[in-house]
Each structure stands twice: as structure tokens, then as C-alpha cells.
């Protein structure tokens, strides 16, 4: 009798479903289509984020590539060295039909606009409480930096380069040591007593080959020694005791580009290292350790992208396991770049302070989405925006107390600004009046391309200062002549912004 009734629903399922497609207009499949299988791995992106010529000549040819069809265009821009590995991660055959596929890009190409409005900017300030000086080190490769940190311990600071080099710096930005490394350095760590810590890119241009490493710099002997090994692309990590065994664990961005992950390491006592996948999607770009379900484990909570882009945490309960839970989930043309969790409201929960601009995809236009927003905790940890700043290419923020008035600022640098109508914002400073945030810039925001800031109070006076790192590509060639020929005559590798308040 039961499977009779079992049998006896199924039919009805099946009349019903082929009565609502058969009442379907060819515009309603190609809206349900495109819903279903572009709002399966990620956010569904609505026509509306792109132009009609940006779905038809860049992203529609993508996914098509990614979703197992063939594609010769997007396989002659993929290295040797990439190939096997991207293909490798397609699907064998693909996803849906030829015509399934049209109706999808015919949905998108029907309703996307001929071109997205990008609202008129608004007046900003001349930047006061920073006084702005360009810094020319004395390197070769000026203009080249992938990173900068400080070690306030020992009040060093450290430059890394696009050439596989690191300059030690003292307060004065006078190089005082320099290090060759194996590959560009894109994040350091350091550790009392220890030697430092750094995360090697392998190559630093958009690739899915395992030549990355995290290694432990030893500064006496100018060598160092390789702690993990075989890491695509590696941005960010962390360092900390995930299972309390007094022994300091890794979190290690891979970022990688169609492949990647984000990777949680258990250091063992013999030296060695097991490895857990949090999350086997590329596009990790950094990680915040905090205790967030206070259960005396700490969390991860990391912003991913390429794609699916969110920012989740990996609630930790022990013995290296742990649940996923998205806080926040954007279109995968957002272009996430950067976030920080403070607590902008003295509520005593922390919120989300986020930046997307990444521009250097399949998608490369000027969008009136791109910029800096806050989001805030309602206590259960569910973020609703609570303020929205547009700032075309926005890549990272450094939130602080900067003028010492009892509430949070922050500075956000662009990767790619309009360089034509608005050079200058290349770096945005936000002062807090009020819970309003209020912007200026400095015209030497024009002396270099910004990709990378630290926040310290790098001159020792009791306030916190700002150093913005360049890296001087013409990406995508939109950057105007004047501007490169500033950027070869000056040859600027740092910004500093000290902070005048003291």
C-alpha cells in the first residue's frame, strides 16, 4: 500500500512538473534556468551588475568554460604549467546542454543594461591629520612592493618585494638588513623569541601551481627553512593554537586562482605538519582568529572569494573539526577583496568592516558597487549594512583609533581607482564624527599604485601612523601616461601618512 501512494505522488509530481513547463514562456525557462544553475555554487548575480557587453565578451565565456564546456579562448590564456590543473578541476563533461546554456545567456543578454550608471563623486576634503611624505628607497627594484609589516617589538619594519626580496627598515626608512627569498612575500608573522614567519607566493600572478610556501626566516644566517611546502599561491596566515595542546597551529590562505583553499595545519611535536581543509574553494584572501561561539576554541572567520563570495566562520570544536556557518554571502562579481571585525558601535559585539574592488578579472568596468561598507551585529551574530561608501576599485582597509576620540577610523586604499577622473583616491582616509564617516585624500596618492598598508605608530610619538606599499603595474592598460611617467620618474615604493596628532 505504500508503495503504491509512493508511486501513485511521484506521477503527480511528475504531471505537475510537466504541466509548469509546458505553461513556461521562453522567457520564464530562461529566468528559472539561469536562477537554478547560476545560483547554485555562488550568489545568483543579477543582469543588472554588468553590462550587456561585459556578460557577452568576458564572464559568460567563463562560466561556459567552467561549467565542463570547451573553450578555446580561455585555454590559450592558461600557462603550461596550468593547464593540467585547471582542466583537471572542470567538470569531465559539462554541466548542462548547449541549449540550456544559450537560454542562460540569452536571459542574461535580454535584461543586463547597454551600461551601468556610476553615480557623480562626491566633494571630499584635503586630508589634515596626516601630513604625506613619498618615500624612495634605496633599492633596485622601487615601486615593486607585495608587503609590509611591522614588528613593533623590536620597532622593525619590513618591505617585501615583487622580485623575491625582503628589506629590513629601522624608523627612519633607512634599510638596515636585506633578505633573498625563493619567491614574493606577501605576508610575515611574528613570534617572540622565534624567528619570523612568511607566507611565499611561488608566483605571483594568477596561477593554480603548488610552488607556494610558508618558511621561517632566519635573520642571523640570511636562510630559510621551509615549514610547509606545496601551497597554491599562499596571501595570508595565521599562527595559533587551534586544540589547545600548547602547541601554535597555521591557517594558511591559499588563494590560488580556479583552485585553491583555505588550509588548517596541526603543528605535531616532531616538527611536522598534518593538514585540514576548511574550505577546498579558491579565492581565501584573510583570516581573523577570535573565540566567537566562546566555547574556549578559537574560530576562523575568513573572507572568500573567486566566486563564491563570503565572509564565514569555521566554529572550532576541538581535535581539528569544524562547522561552517556564512555570515555574509555576495555576488560573485563583487570582487571581495579585504575585511576586518571590530566593534564600530561599543555594543560589545563585533561587526564587519568590508572592501570589494577587485578589478582584475573577467569583468574589468568601473562599478557602482564597488567601495567600503560596514556591517553591523544585531547580537546573534546576523549582519545587516549599515553603511555604504562607493570607491571604485576598493582593496583594503585598516580600521584604528587614529585621532584618539574614543571611536573607530579607518584608511582604505584603491588598486584600481579611476586613474583619469580620480587619481587621488587611491588612498581614502575616514575620520569618525559621530558614527558618520567623513573622507579625505591627499594629492601624493598619485605617486604610486597602493596594494598593500600597515598600520603603526612606526615613529614612536603615541599616535598611530600609516604606510601605504606600491606595486606600479599598468594593469589592463587604463592608466593614463602622465601618471606611469610620475610613477618611473619618482620611482616611490612607500607613502607614509604620519599622523600629526602628537
Not at 274 to 295: C, E, F, H, W, Y
Not at 383 to 402: C, K, N
Request: glycine residues 8%; hydrophobic residues 35%.
Amino acid at each position: 500500500m505504500k508503495n503504491y501512494v509512493r508511486a501513485q505522488v511521484m506521477v503527480g509530481l511528475g504531471l505537475m512538473t510537466f504541466l509548469f513547463n509546458a505553461c513556461e514562456t521562453t522567457e520564464q525557462k530562461e529566468e528559472r534556468l539561469a536562477k537554478n544553475q547560476c545560483g547554485s555554487c555562488h550568489a545568483f548575480p543579477e543582469p543588472s551588475l554588468l553590462r550587456k557587453g561585459t556578460w557577452e565578451q568576458g564572464v559568460l565565456s567563463q562560466m561556459r568554460f567552467r561549467m565542463g564546456f570547451e573553450d578555446l579562448t580561455v585555454l590559450a590564456d592558461l600557462s603550461e604549467g596550468d593547464m593540467p590543473i585547471v582542466l583537471h578541476s572542470r567538470p569531465a563533461t559539462p554541466m548542462i546542454s548547449e541549449a540550456d546554456f544559450e537560454a542562460i545567456k540569452n536571459y542574461y543578454l535580454r535584461n543586463a543594461p547597454d551600461s551601468l550608471t556610476i553615480p557623480a563623486p562626491d566633494r571630499v576634503d584635503t586630508l589634515r591629520q596626516f601630513e604625506a611624505h613619498a618615500v624612495r628607497l634605496p633599492i633596485a627594484n622601487r615601486g615593486m612592493v607585495t608587503m609590509i609589516r611591522m614588528d613593533s617589538s623590536r620597532n622593525e619594519l619590513f618591505v617585501g618585494d615583487r622580485f623575491s626580496n625582503l628589506y629590513q627598515l629601522d624608523h627612519n626608512f633607512t634599510v638596515q638588513d636585506s633578505f633573498k627569498l625563493a619567491s614574493p612575500p606577501s605576508h610575515m608573522i611574528f613570534r617572540n623569541g622565534d624567528d619570523p614567519l612568511l607566507s611565499l607566493m611561488g608566483i605571483m600572478n594568477p596561477n593554480d601551481q603548488s610552488k607556494g610556501q610558508l618558511v621561517s626566516l632566519q635573520k642571523k644566517s640570511h636562510h630559510h627553512s621551509v615549514l610547509i611546502d606545496s601551497l597554491k599561491r599562499p596571501v595570508s596566515a595565521e599562527y595559533v593554537d587551534l586544540d589547545n595542546d600548547k602547541i601554535k597551529d597555521f591557517v594558511v590562505c591559499a588563494f590560488g586562482n580556479y583552485t585553491g583553499a583555505l588550509l588548517a595545519f596541526k603543528s605535531r611535536a616532531d616538527g611536522t605538519h598534518q593538514m585540514t581543509v576548511l574550505s577546498p574553494t579558491p579565492g581565501a584572501r584573510n583570516v581573523i582568529i577570535r573565540d566567537v561561539d566562546k566555547n574556549g576554541l578559537p574560530d576562523v572567520v575568513a573572507l572568500m572569494s573567486q566566486g563564491d563570495e563570503r565572509i564565514v566562520v569555521f566554529y572550532n570544536y576541538g581535535n581539528f573539526t569544524f562547522r561552517q556557518t556564512t555570515l555574509l554571502r555576495f555576488s560573485p562579481v563583487y570582487g571581495s577583496s579585504y575585511f576586518e571585525i571590530n566593534d564600530f558601535n561599543n555594543d560589545g559585539h563585533f561587526d564587519i568592516l568590508y572592501t570589494n574592488g577587485d578589478n582584475a578579472d573577467y569583468s574589468s568596468i568601473f562599478k557602482p558597487y564597488h567601495g567600503v561598507r560596514l556591517f553591523l551585529n544585531n547580537g546573534k551574530n546576523n549582519f545587516d549594512e549599515s553603511w555604504f561608501y562607493p570607491l571604485h576599485g576598493a582593496s583594503q582597509v585598516r580600521s584604528y583609533d587614529y585621532d584618539q576620540d574614543g571611536d573607530l577610523d579607518f584608511g582604505v586604499i584603491s588598486y584600481f581607482p579611476d586613474f583619469e577622473k580620480q587619481p587621488e583616491r587611491g588612498f581614502v582616509y575616514f575620520e569618525n564624527k559621530d558614527g558618520k564617516f567623513i573622507p579625505s585624500v591627499t594629492g601624493l596618492a598619485l605617486e604610486g599604485h597602493w596594494i598593500t598598508m600597515e598600520a603603526t605608530d612606526i615613529d614612536h610619538d603615541g599616535d598611530c601612523d600609516i604606510i601605504l606599499g606600491a606595486l606600479n603595474l599598468n594593469f589592463g592598460g587604463k592608466i593614463p601616461g602622465d601618471i606611469l611617467s610620475r610613477w618611473q620618474t619618482h620611482q616611490t615604493s612607500l607613502l607614509y601618512l604620519e599622523n600629526t596628532l602628537k
